[in-house]
């Protein structure tokens, strides 16, 4: 498997654990984690032209990863 930059792991490392207990515990950050870990996907397999797009949908995708790392991080400090 090819690594995947941009995993919430490697974002918030010392974050882990609570991440892990929270997805366990608050349904709607675990729906904003795996919404972030599939359009953190969709970017890399666009990155790395696996799945290549225009440069409007990457920024647009890009734009949406952002925003959700955004809300999980204020979530995290919640």
Not at 8 to 14: G, H, I, Q, S, V
Not at 17 to 43: C, G, P, T, W
């Amino acid at each position: 498997m090819s690594h995947t930059p941009h995993e919430l792991a490697e974002e918030f490392p010392d974050r882990v654990e609570q991440m892990s207990k929270m997805k366990q515990s608050d349904a709607h950050f675990a729906k904003l984690f795996d919404e972030y870990h599939e359009i953190n996907r969709a970017v890399h397999r666009a990155e790395t032209n696996i799945e290549p797009t225009d440069d409007l949908h990457m920024g647009e995708m890009r734009k949406t990863r952002l925003a959700l790392k955004d809300e999980i991080w204020s979530m995290l400090l919640a």
